[in-house]
């Protein structure tokens, strides 16, 4: 076995996974697994540059992974940064601090490697082979990966939960208006993803990263955050809708007096959900099965 580190830095939250990989045994055994929301693409749709707050949060967070690291003696580590820090002018800056602190430069990898890496991550342990879409909602962009064992077509779209909120939503709760902009333009991205992803074709659908295991947590009716009950749980599309039309109608409070939403996560759930329930609904996916294991675990496997 292979001691791993990976390291996930996305728009809405920066992850670590240390993990034992075996690829004969085809087994990655968590060791430590552990996320922050840090709010990395504050503003970048906006003004195109990471804030120097947003900056300092991620970079604290690596320093504690850092000590999680030295700590379990991982082998090799792998630090892959997604859609924020493609778009932001200032990236250099995210690098070098990345770099200083983890001694590993940070890999803004493309589109096309996001969904590699998730569609792995998400596939490699179900039964069976099947036609797949696996849909990665973040927080800057979504990424539609269609593919067996191995991905066959895939897109990445400028629609994630904060990147739909801060163009967006103006007042609390969201109203009718600010919903429907949030779906326009998830159903505009949905047409652009579908000119070169067969996205009705594929037989089970599969949803990750955090704004899917929320819905998934509030849909199964979780008092606490409980990711065994969510890894494979499979939640109807009716369930999604109702989900989704409950956060549209509640204020910011009434959000996060749900106990099984990040405190981070509170302000970007509604947009989440609704992306989510557009694309069941364009699809006509019957019910999305929800993975936690997603794009982290992809770049665990990258490393042996």
């Not at 979780?222 to 989900?243: C, T």
């Amino acid at each position: 076995m292979t001691r791993v580190a990976a390291v996930d830095c996305g728009t809405n939250s920066i992850r670590l996974l240390v993990a034992d990989a075996d690829p004969v045994a085809g087994t990655l055994v968590d060791l430590d697994r552990r996320m922050t929301i840090v709010r990395l693409g504050q503003g970048v749709d906006r003004t195109g540059r990471l804030a120097p707050e947003a900056l300092e949060r991620t970079f604290a967070a690596c320093r504690e992974y850092a000590a999680v690291i030295r700590e379990l003696g991982a082998e090799r580590i792998r630090f892959v940064a997604t859609s924020a820090s493609r778009d932001a002018e200032n990236r250099d800056d995210f690098v070098r601090g990345v770099l200083d602190i983890l001694g590993v430069e940070p890999e803004v990898i493309t589109g096309g490697q996001e969904a590699e890496f998730s569609f792995t991550g998400a596939t490699r342990e179900l039964e069976g082979t099947d036609e797949y879409l696996v849909v990665d909602i973040g927080g800057g962009s979504t990424e539609f990966v269609v593919g067996t064992e191995h991905v066959e077509a895939a897109r990445s779209v400028d629609i994630g939960c904060v990147r739909l909120t801060e163009r967006h939503v103006r007042t609390d709760p969201p109203g009718e208006a600010e919903a429907a902009a949030i779906r326009a333009d998830v159903r505009a991205a949905i047409a652009l993803a579908e000119e070169t992803v067969p996205l009705r074709d594929a037989r089970t659908l599969v949803g990750l990263a955090g704004s899917v295991t929320t819905v998934a947590a509030i849909a199964l009716g979780l008092e606490e955050y409980d990711s065994a009950a969510i890894h494979r749980s499979r939640i109807p599309y009716e369930r999604v809708a109702e989900v989704a039309e409950a956060l549209r109608s509640m204020t910011h409070d009434e959000r996060a007096a749900i106990p099984v939403i990040h405190p981070g996560r509170v302000d970007v759930i509604t947009a989440g959900a609704l992306v989510l329930e557009e694309i069941m609904a364009h699809v006509g996916a019957k019910e999305v099965v929800v993975s936690e294991h997603d794009i982290l675990d992809g770049i665990a496997w990258s490393l042996v």
